[in-house]
């Protein structure tokens, strides 16, 4: 079986760099192959390497606190693009100041992202998560 595909990168004009390094590193141990766009990245530029690795999820990070209006219309446009059954995880600092997370969750379940992680998750958990998700999302 080939190892799931992910996308993974920080999207608009965030340019925290660490934390996707870290990502990058313990997914790809985790037996994930990992397509790392880096910092700085456009919904086209995500949608474009999913395309072309034809992923099974897209990884997005921000720790800016402008997660909302960067990943306003991800989904609408990965619909457009055929990629309407990739999977769309999201996390970090995705607000600005102190929104309560379960409020953060559902803003961004309702722009269509099928995972929300706070800032402080257990990646292994998302690692089990993700391929669970994968395969489900495989089966129909």
Known sequence: ??????????IGADCHSVGNKILDAYFTEAGFHV?????????DEFLDAAVESNADAILVSSLYGHGLID???LRQKADE???????LYVGGNLVVGKTPYDEVERKFRAMGFDRVFSPRVDLAAVAVMLRKDIEERKKG
């Open 1 to 10: 079986m080939d190892a799931p595909r992910i996308v993974l990168g920080v």
């Open 35 to 43: 397509v790392n766009l880096g910092v700085m990245v456009s919904q």
């Open 71 to 73: 990943c306003e219309g």
């Open 81 to 87: 693009r055929g990629l309407d059954r990739i999977l």
